[in-house]
């Protein structure tokens, strides 16, 4: 019965065999590459360079080029020249685990930079775990986490979300709310702890409303319509937006034209930075807020020398520089000192060598890496400017230490993370004494 | 079933090379020369997951006629049960520590399990689900569809509209499947545990047996009495309803089949990529699915899982050597694919003298 | 504004005090250059007391961020060609090493009041308006005096009725004044019947019984009224999101529904289109900036060309060798899609890129209860001409002739000597290009970036699907019903809920009628 599969002929046999011959050369010739380059310490980039996130990811490929370049014109790292292997997960969770895998396992990468999206982190965390390596994860989140092989050098909620919250309190005396996000775990966190906060400083049910989009939405018209509805009732309203990425643009364009002006309903966002402005026109979006903890127009020597060498390295004197870039950069000088300090970049001993490391960050102070593997950092609160940069209003006296356990989450209002001896554990409940989770192997 | 050639080098490559592998995986030591890491197990099991839903998708297109933009919908399924197993397993181990809901629940401040989590942590019933879940779905959407005559491009954008909505649906947290974060950190299967390299190696082999059992199982339908009737419904339905078939329920037999074959790759998908989240139903997804039929060869079984494995090969290879340009490779090989091997990969093995494969929708 | 009347309270009691105290503008000089919010705050409240003639120009100035200070509490103000000119003084100066005065918004809103109160008595009546409107959202005591001289001289009855509405909110939120005044100006606010007049009349508290009792009923009434509105409002959405889906459907139509060919990379043309208008805008920013305002009218015949030309090109050498195998196209145009997105990737990066949108197509206008955007509304006309275009063209041009005979019956139309293989070019050019012109009005609500076209690309085949395949107006019917459906669910399911339910009453339709709203008839179809 021929007629539903083709015999392959003897020819066919040996084309089949050489193609698969050709294969495995690849390989050899690949392998024999790669014994070739062990004089260097190779540092793994985990970004999308393609699909859906390519959009935020791409730029924080291009710094951790710049800062591994700079580190190798400094002479490198124990004598050894830095190597970046740059991989793309393409916006797709399961390749991301593959491409840490391969990144770990194959190509013996002694760190990875890499991941924005929670659920990219949650796909490789079991990878790291496994591996025992090394993950820098540089982008703002819910926290709820710490694993012992991550290093989360973006903010907490509580470095972010509750500062802003405060300032809208004390200086517009904003008594209604609304919280406005993409329906993922992010929004999800921040607006519970948030809305835990809210209603523990005297805010009513009633004046709190809570509204999830899906990914990418578009057509927000009915939503800023009902945020104007919700803002009639005779009470200072503001928006606090945790609306992802590629959705943001529409939103503001329907805010600009719908006429909701930030002297009437500021809106304040935690995912909106210089990346996202450079693509809406901002005029009509003055004095919308945002809160990070680095902004571009942060007025130091260190961030403008940050800049410059930015605009050198990317020959665009227009490049945006944003809150997870200052996040890589710290991260980074991070990695570096703590292999100085351990002398070696065998995972165990540098996770050890890192807590406790300060560098200085580009808003003029030093940030620290804590026990908890989250880092000390200031909150700024900036209003969107006309030529789509932050005009900084707020910003914290001190450093915020990251709360990864959420206080006002009631399951894990208990728990500490804590990577010192003697403890060695990512879940720590004070109250029964019991690692719940994370100990270290 | 008689089986040719093509059968027996197909049968012994999908059998033979994950065995090989999951070999020397765990009897050489690590540094050897011999030794396979467990990155190239890992992947070899994604790529015989996918190499089932590839042959799924020859089913019903290449056989049926029926092209499925949304055949991934059922992958998901299959593997969103067996995600729901695996985080049953977790028990206490999980972040909060919370023996009966998963992490995700406790988060979202659920107090109990859904009843449709219910029985979830049994195994048995976990696979059980797994087929009977796009098999149901798969079921009542082909009757709805076959039994009022949709065909052509309609069926293809309502299986496209399928996996849209529920992507869409997924994605949201309230339907208690952890939205977009979805399924991950998954400790156990079985009591085993699913990082361990002999777990890996031992998946690995049970999808290549899976696939090879699936394999056999097309070839009889195609090659039964069946199957023949199933060819003169893709090559012309009208004159087969007027010879008194009832093209309908030939269809939906097997479209049925293959939703239960695709399911099947998908349950053994998620223990070894560690994750399930909403995006595996992506309307994308399904039409790469797609491609790596019409690459290996579109209505040749043999094809489909040739040209899964290598189409996502190169996405393995080109992401890591040119991850830059790699998009520029893959698009390139498609459009390449389709303008000079019409037949596909197996259209070059073929002997000249071979009847056309998939013979095209003649014009009524 | 409180603080506000605050201010010209010990503004006056200091002024009357005597000359022994310092220069009211003076005072506001320093704290206006003083470099932190709280006294430029003050500030601007201590300017508009002092009565400076400059006041207005200054804080003029200062809202559109061109008022600098130097260290020596000196202000300046930049003109547009770079000089400075001195603020108090308003002529030419040499500024030196200055710094930009920086603002909040809580000194925004109280520009906004104080330029209002200033500029009641301006000449034009469209800045008339504005400072009425301005004072109606700062509602402060203060302005009560200069808005009933205001009112005497307001000739302009538009202008006088946002007067009369400002006077009543002013009278209102005083705390003295007399209830029967009171409770008429309620009646000006419930008669204004806005979101703005229903949020300020909810502000108010510790009223008298009669007063508050007329607020209540007077809220009652609005948010009735805003009940029946909403339903036109909820049509216009969904006009709106329908006439975006036309868009991008329109040319599908053309590629999809009359040649057959499943175009994957038509998302892509979309792309396109927009980058064209970016491209566009750029190039006329920097030569000739006195059409910007007109880019996009500019922007509309180019991104057809790019995007038509990419299309004819696509055509000659990739599909055309693809007739016969409608699937496979799929296949080549989903791999040229790739193709085409990471090459704008490479080309323009990864970002989203700012493409503007003109004033006259920014902001909103009000027409009864119903908030009309004006971009919305620029692309529901903009897909209305599009679609007329398309077919008249269809029907009265000799190509849509050809075209038309080449879809119904190819091998009739080429033994009447129609060269079939061109015409296939144009048709896919004129699909792509109207992709292209989409891409132009997409460019306006939504991202400029390399995965535009992905976003609306199962769209556009559901709503071709809906319509029925060939036939423009199935496709027109489809998108708006799609739109306006989705609008309605929205706020009762929520955004995601609303979507799915869309998708499956879309399944379950094409059980219904397995051809689509309007199916063609005829045996040509059947494959």
Redesign the interface.
């Known amino acids: ?9 003897r020819r ?2 040996a ?2 065999g050489a193609a698969a011959a050709t ?1 495995a050369a690849i390989g050899a010739v690949k392998t024999a590459a790669a014994a070739e380059t062990s004089g260097t310490i190779k540092v793994g980039i985990l970004h999308s ?4 996130m ?2 935020s990811e ?2 924080l490929k291009d710094v951790m080029l710049m800062l591994i370049e700079q580190q190798n014109a400094k002479g490198g790292l124990l004598g050894k020249k830095l190597e970046a292997v ?5 916006s ?4 991301f ?3 840490a ?2 990144l770990i ?2 190509e013996k990468c002694a760190a990875t930079f890499g991941c924005w ?3 990219s982190r ?2 490789v ?3 790291f775990e ?1 591996l025992n390596s090394i993950l820098f994860y540089p982008v703002q989140y819910e926290g ?2 710490c694993s012992r092989n991550v290093f989360y050098t973006g903010a907490a909620p509580n470095q972010q979300a509750i500062p802003a919250v405060d300032y809208l309190m004390k ?2 005396k904003v008594k209604r709310w609304v919280l406005a996000g993409t ?3 992010y929004p ?2 921040t607006n ?1 702890i948030l809305e835990a906060y809210l209603i523990a400083k005297g805010v009513a049910k009633d004046d709190i409303m809570i509204n ?8 927000w ?3 800023v ?2 945020i ?2 919700f ?5 200072k309203t503001a928006v606090v937006s945790t609306i992802n990425g ?1 959705a943001n ?2 939103f503001y ?2 805010l ?4 909701l002006k ?3 309903i ?1 809106v304040v966002a935690f995912s909106v930075g210089e ?2 402005l ?4 901002t005029k ?1 979006l ?2 919308h ?1 945002a809160a990070w903890n680095y902004f571009q127009s942060v007025d130091t020597s260190i961030n403008k020398s940050f800049i410059d060498a930015w605009h050198a390295y990317t020959k665009k004197p227009t490049r945006t520089t944003n809150d997870p870039m200052e996040a890589h950069f710290i991260g980074f000088n991070m990695w570096v000192k703590a292999v100085e300090a351990a002398g070696t970049t065998d995972s165990n001993a540098v996770i050890d060598a890192m807590l406790g490391v300060s560098v200085p960050n580009l808003s003029g102070g030093y940030s620290a890496m804590m026990p908890n593997h989250h880092i000390t950092k200031p909150v700024l609160i900036g ?1 969107i ?2 030529d ?1 940069q932050f ?1 900084i ?1 707020s910003q914290t006296p001190g450093l915020v230490v990251a709360q990864e356990w959420s206080p006002y ?4 209002k208990d728990l500490i993370g804590d990577w010192r001896a003697p403890l060695h554990c990512g ?1 720590f409940n004070v109250k029964t004494g019991h690692c ?3 100990k270290k192997a | 079933m ?1 089986l ?4 027996y ?1 197909t049968l012994a490559l999908s059998l033979g090379v994950p065995v090989a592998l999951a070999l020397l995986n765990q009897t050489t030591e690590v540094g050897s020369a011999l030794h396979i ?3 190239v197990v ?2 070899a099991g ?1 790529y015989l997951c996918y190499a089932m839903l590839a042959l799924a998708v020859d089913l019903v297109w290449g ?1 049926a006629g029926i092209l499925s933009l949304g055949h991934a919908a059922f992958f998901a399924l299959g593997g969103y049960a067996m995600g729901m197993y695996l985080m049953r397993q977790i028990g ?7 023996a009966e809901l998963p992490d ?1 629940m ?4 659920w107090h109990e399990l859904p009843w449709y989590w219910q029985g979830s942590q049994w195994f048995p019933f976990a696979v059980a689900m797994a087929l009977i879940v796009p098999g149901v779905l798969a079921m009542g959407f082909g009757w709805l569809a076959f039994r009022s005559r949709v065909t052509g491009v309609y069926l293809s954008i309502i299986t496209q509209a399928l996996t849209y909505a529920l992507l ?1 649906a997924f ?3 309230d339907m208690g499947f952890g ?4 399924m ?3 400790k156990d299967i079985l009591g085993l545990n699913v ?1 361990a390299d002999s777990t890996r190696s031992a998946l690995m082999v049970i999808s290549a047996l899976c696939l090879c059992v699936q394999y056999l199982v097309a ?1 009889f339908v ?2 039964s009495r069946f ?2 009737v199933l ?1 003169a419904v893709r090559n012309t339905e009208s004159r087969t309803r007027f010879l008194g078939y009832r093209p309908e329920a030939y269809k939906l037999v097997v479209w049925t089949l293959s939703a239960v074959m695709a399911g099947i790759g998908g349950a053994l998908y998620v223990p070894q ?3 399930i ?1 909403p ?1 595996e139903f992506a309307p994308a997804n399904s039409i790469e699915a797609v491609i790596w039929v019409a690459v290996g ?1 579109r ?4 094809g489909a899982i040739l040209g899964a494995v290598a189409v996502n ?1 190169g996405k ?1 290879w080109f ?2 050597m040119l ?2 340009y ?2 520029y490779a893959l698009g390139a090989l498609f459009i390449f694919v389709t303008l000079f091997l019409p ?1 596909g990969i ?6 000249r003298a ?2 056309p ?1 998939a013979v095209l929708e003649v014009a009524e | 504004m409180r603080r506000l009347l605050a201010f010209l309270m010990i503004a006056a009691v200091s002024l009357a005090s005597g000359p022994s105290k310092a220069d009211p503008v003076d005072d506001a000089v320093t704290a206006l250059s003083s470099g932190s ?1 709280d006294s430029v705050h003050e500030g601007v409240g201590q300017l508009v007391a002092s009565g400076s003639p400059r006041a207005a120009a200054i804080i003029g100035s200062l809202q559109n ?1 061109k008022l600098y200070f130097r260290p020596d509490h000196t202000l300046f103000i930049k003109q547009d060609d770079g000089t400075y000119v001195g603020a108090l003084t308003g002529t030419p100066a040499e500024a030196g090493a200055v710094k930009p005065v ?5 000194i ?2 109280a520009m ?1 009041a104080a330029l209002g109160a200033l500029r009641l008595f301006s000449p034009d009546a469209a800045t008339r308006m504005t400072a009425a409107e301005a004072v109606f ?1 700062a509602a402060d005591p203060a302005a009560l005096p200069a808005l009933t001289k205001a009112l005497e001289k307001e000739a302009d009855p538009a202008v006088k009725v946002r007067m009369q509405q400002a006077r009543a909110a002013v009278v209102l939120a005083s705390p003295d004044g007399a209830e029967a005044d009171r409770v008429a100006a309620v009646g000006v606010l419930r008669a204004r019947g806005d ?2 007049a ?7 508290s510790d009223q008298p019984p009669a007063v508050a009792a007329a607020i209540t009923s007077a809220l009652t009434a609005i948010d009735r009224l ?1 009940q029946i509105w909403s339903v036109g ?2 049509i216009y ?1 969904g006009l ?2 329908g006439s ?1 889906l036309l868009l991008a459907a329109a040319g599908l139509a053309i590629t999809f529904g009359v040649m057959g060919v499943i175009n994957m990379a038509h998302g892509e043309m979309v792309m396109i289109g927009a980058y064209t208008t970016f491209v566009v805008q750029q190039f006329m920013r920097a030569h000739t900036p006195g059409l910007y305002g007109a880019s996009l009218l500019f922007a509309v015949p180019l991104a057809f060309m790019v995007s038509g030309s990419i299309g004819i090109v696509i055509e000659r050498t990739l599909i055309r060798w693809l007739y016969g195998r409608p699937l496979e196209t799929l296949l080549a145009t989903w791999g040229l899609s790739l193709v085409l ?2 090459a704008v ?1 490479t080309i323009f ?9 003109p004033p006259w197509m ?3 206008t009000a027409l009864g209860g119903l ?1 009309l ?4 509304m620029y692309i529901i006309l903009f897909s209305a001409v599009v679609l007329a275009g398309l077919m008249a063209a269809l029907r009265y041009t000799s190509l849509g002739l050809r075209m038309r005979a080449v879809t119904q019956n190819r091998r009739m139309a080429a033994a009447m000597g129609i060269r079939t293989p061109w015409i296939d070019a144009l048709t896919f050019g004129l699909g792509s290009g109207i992709a292209g012109m989409a891409g132009v009005a997409l460019s ?8 535009l076209g992905q ?1 609306y690309i199962i769209d556009s085949f559901m709503v071709v699907v809906f319509g029925g395949v060939g036939n423009l107006w199935g496709t027109t019917l489809g998108a708006l019903t799609l739109g306006i459906v989705n ?1 309605f669910l ?2 009762v399911a ?3 809920v609303a ?1 799915i339910v869309v998708l499956v009453l879309l399944i379950l339709f094409i059980q219904r009628r397995p051809r689509g709203m309007f199916p063609l008839k005829g045996r040509a179809v059947e494959s």
């Not at chain 1, 360079?49 to 859906?52: H, M, N």
């Not at chain 1, 803002?231 to 009470?235: E, Q």
């Not at chain 2, 206490?92 to 919370?98: I, L, M, S």
């Not at chain 2, 406790?106 to 401040?109: C, D, I, S, Y």
């Open positions: 019965m021929a007629i539903t599969e083709p015999t392959i002929s066919g046999l084309r089949l294969v360079l393609s699909g859906t390519a959009i791409t730029t740059v991989v793309d997960p393409a797709n969770w399961p390749l685990a593959e491409k895998r391969q396992s194959v999206t929670s659920v949650k796909s965390l079991p990878v496994e709820q986490e200086e517009n329906d993922y775990v999800r966190t519970q999830y989009t899906p990914f990418g939405h578009s057509d018209q009915n939503i319509a009902s104007k509805k803002g009639s009732a005779g009470k590629d643009v529409p364009k329907e600009g034209n719908q006429g930030a002297t009437d500021p990346e996202e450079a693509g809406i026109d009509p003055l004095g807020l209003e400017q006309a789509g005009n209003v989450v009631a399951d894990t879940a719940t989770a994370g | 008689k040719d050639r093509t059968a080098l890491p467990t990155y890992a992947l994604k056989f206490t181990r999980g972040v909060y520590g919370n995700f406790v988060f979202l401040g869409l994605f949201r947290n939205g977009n974060n979805g991950t950190d998954f990082q070839r195609v090659q199957g023949k060819i990529v560690g994750i989240n995006s060869g209505g040749t079984l043999s090969f393995t992401t890591g991850p830059d790699w998009l037949k197996m259209g070059l093995f073929a002997k071979a009847k494969v | 919010f961020g920086k603002v909040n918004n809580a925004r809103g906004d959202h979101i703005d229903r949020g300020f009349l909810a502000s108010l805003a409002q909820s959405y709106s999101l975006v997105q990471q990737r990066g990864a970002n989203n890129q700012d493409v503007d949108t920014s902001g909103a908030t955007t004006w971009n919305r306006q609500i939504d991202n400029v970036s390399p995965n976003s609008k929205e706020p929520g955004a995601v979507k």
